[in-house]
């Protein structure tokens, strides 16, 4: 999720600019200078939006911004929140959370996916995003917690986003995320958590986080309303 305060949020504006005049970037002495950052903090956030597809930097040419990013829809490879993405796009977004439990995992229908002992406590999660108030996603998240871990300040940070929450309160952080995308014909329950017509297509994805020793963070299931916001993705071709 990129916060208002993060340097990525900063530099965002200036690559646009850059984005539709065809100019490069500011050095990142000047980037710093501009945003009142660490250089540090502008190498690592022009490293992320590299590994983004906005950027491409070359060793003494600069750092050139990708025009074609300026027209992308909400994308399914980018890890911010989906309020992030809708307002990227121009939509007014909001979030609910629709269900909020603590149970051991073995208790959850669909946590095979984590291999996680079965005794080990999970938070479940619904959660319902709209876009101008029309419902746009769907999802269910399971994040395994770790011993100890306080489950009323789990539950009073239900809204963060998933990988947020597997993070602080989980057993890892998520190092990479799987995502398997299908298409799916919408049953009844999840029809009217989108507030769509039964049966219609939609698209579905199942998410897994990894932590860096194989440890599964969390698992996700969204499901997404087809005609009301386009999705994308873009992939660096040159490393």
Known sequence: ?????????????????AAETGATLPSVDALAEELGLSRIAIREALIQMEADGLVRR???SGTFANPAALEMPVRLDEQMDFVDRL???GFEASVEVLEAIIAPIGELDGSTRLDVDAPTRALRTTKRWRADGVVAVVATDTVPLG?????AAVLAAVDEPVIELAATFGTCRADWMCTWPS????????AALLEYDVGRASLRTEQLGIGRLGTTAFYAVEHHRPDLVDYGMIRTIYS
């Open 58 to 60: 070359h060793h003494g």
């Open 87 to 89: 307002q990227a796009v």
């Open 183 to 190: 298409a799916v014909e919408l049953a009844a329950d999840t």
């Open 147 to 151: 011993r100890g871990c306080d489950e």
């Open 1 to 17: 999720m990129t916060r208002p305060d993060s340097p990525i949020h900063g530099i965002r504006s200036i690559w646009r600019k």
